[in-house]
């Protein structure tokens, strides 16, 4: 249809607007997110693996929206123990690799378009890499100490919180636990803490 008679996908002529819908997906792909092309299948993937179902669907919903395409259930992946949600889209492919090659100064138009943009990108990667300690503690924790440091900027500047850090929680090569199996980091591991009751509460 697409070659003989024009009738092009929305898939394909998908093209990046700054909204929270995009703010959100690059917050997840910045942190538990794959953005990648498949070589044996030369498909254009995006995908999230996640031991938390919620998050999952939450993903799968924005990631949907974003791209005007029908919801994609999230499946059980029982050999690696996570909930899988996969999307396939060259024209996103082509613009995240393009923003990337950048750094995090290729997607800041669309991270920082507005205060919503701010909050959901924010939530993204908080959903992606965050936790909360009973409310005493929210901990945002990669191996990307620049990343790290722009999260500080735009909780300061948008929300006035402060967030302390970064403190190197694991050094390249010592041992460190993930979803309760444990192995060796490749990298040195980061940490930024927002600790003051007034801020968490924020």
């Known amino acids: ?14 093209v990046p607007k700054p909204c929270i819908e ?20 030369y498909r254009y ?17 924005v990631m949907a929206k974003l791209l005007g395409v029908s919801y994609h259930k999230p499946y059980w992946d029982n050999k690696q123990k996570q909930w899988r949600v996969v999307y396939r889209s060259k024209a996103f492919y082509k613009w995240y690799k393009k923003c990337e090659e950048q750094g995090l100064q290729g997607f800041k138009q669309y ?3 507005s205060r919503e943009t ?3 990108y924010l939530r993204g990667l908080y959903d992606s890499e965050g936790s909360n300690n009973g409310n005493k503690c929210i901990r945002l924790y990669n191996s990307k ?3 790290q440091e722009y999260v500080q900027h735009l909780l300061k500047k948008y929300f006035n919180i402060v967030a ?12 460190m636990t993930i979803n309760g199996v444990e192995t060796r980091s490749n990298d040195d591991y980061y940490s930024i803490q ?6 968490i509460q924020k």
Do not use: Q
């Open 164 to 175: 302390t850090g970064p403190y190197l929680v694991h050094e390249a090569g010592s041992k």
């Open 118 to 120: 701010v909050r959901y």
């Open 111 to 113: 991270i920082e378009y």
């Open 22 to 41: 995009l703010a959100y997906v690059i917050g997840v792909i910045n942190g538990d997110g794959t953005v990648c092309k498949s070589e044996s299948w």
């Open 145 to 147: 100490k620049e990343l």
């Open 1 to 14: 249809n697409w070659l003989y008679y024009g009738v092009v996908p929305p898939i394909a002529k998908w």
């Open 194 to 199: 927002i600790n003051r009751k007034l801020h």
């Open 45 to 61: 993937i995006i995908e999230l693996a996640t031991i938390d179902k919620e998050f999952a669907e939450m993903f799968s919903r």
